[in-house]
């Protein structure tokens, strides 16, 4: 991953990890051309979605934080709604604010027993909630150097603490994640990013 201000790298490249299965087209920001026979990302599939994104908050198990972004706390009510027949699917909510009725069959717990969630950064993936095409994308703690992930993007917590510390909600901070080939593309929508 590569982090870039003004047209300028701010940091080293960081090693990441993507999904188990690789890269699917995802839904975010803008549409970029894709093949036909080129996967789509879908709920479960183990796919890190492919496009360009918002990033939309910061998470962590601290309760407080100094960020310049919007922070949620993760409490041990804190879910994301993975369950797409559910109203509140792909959203971050507080399970003990729902209804019986209301609550999903399927979600994942913010605040987890293990370090994953301790600090991450919300990734806006699928935004409209079109059902079944992936939820709850984030970049977060890796859970070892070389695990792939369920379908987000991760890295060592120092990296994750220097990446947190220098988003600005006031500069609308996004995440182009494509592969190499698609590269082409991203020069054209933002012809001042050192991609070469």
Not at 44 to 59: E, R, W
Not at 65 to 91: G, R, W
Not at 145 to 172: H, P, R
Request: neutral net charge; hydrophobic residues 30%; charged residues 30%.
């Amino acid at each position: 991953m590569s982090c870039i201000e003004g047209g300028k790298k701010v940091f080293e490249d960081i090693q990441v990890n993507i999904g188990t299965n690789g890269l699917g087209w995802g839904i975010g920001l803008t549409e970029l051309k894709q093949k036909e026979n080129e996967p789509l990302k879908y709920e479960g599939d183990k796919k890190a979605p492919i496009g360009v994104f918002t990033l939309d908050s910061i998470f962590g198990y601290e309760k407080e934080h100094n960020f310049k972004m919007p922070y949620l706390y993760a409490t041990k009510e804190l879910i994301c709604v993975d369950d797409s027949k559910s109203k509140y699917y792909n959203q971050i909510i507080n399970i003990e604010s729902l209804g019986e009725k209301e609550k999903p069959n399927s979600f994942e717990d913010m605040k987890r027993d293990d370090n994953q969630y301790a600090l991450g950064i919300v990734v806006g993936h699928n935004k409209n909630q079109i059902k079944q095409r992936g939820s709850c994308i984030f970049i977060h703690v890796q859970k070892s150097e070389n695990a792939s992930t369920a379908g987000c993007t991760a890295m060592s917590m120092q990296n994750i603490k220097k990446i947190v510390n220098w988003l600005d909600e006031s500069k609308n901070p996004i995440l182009i994640q494509v592969p190499k080939e698609k590269l082409e593309q991203i020069k054209k929508l933002y012809p001042e990013l050192p991609l070469d």
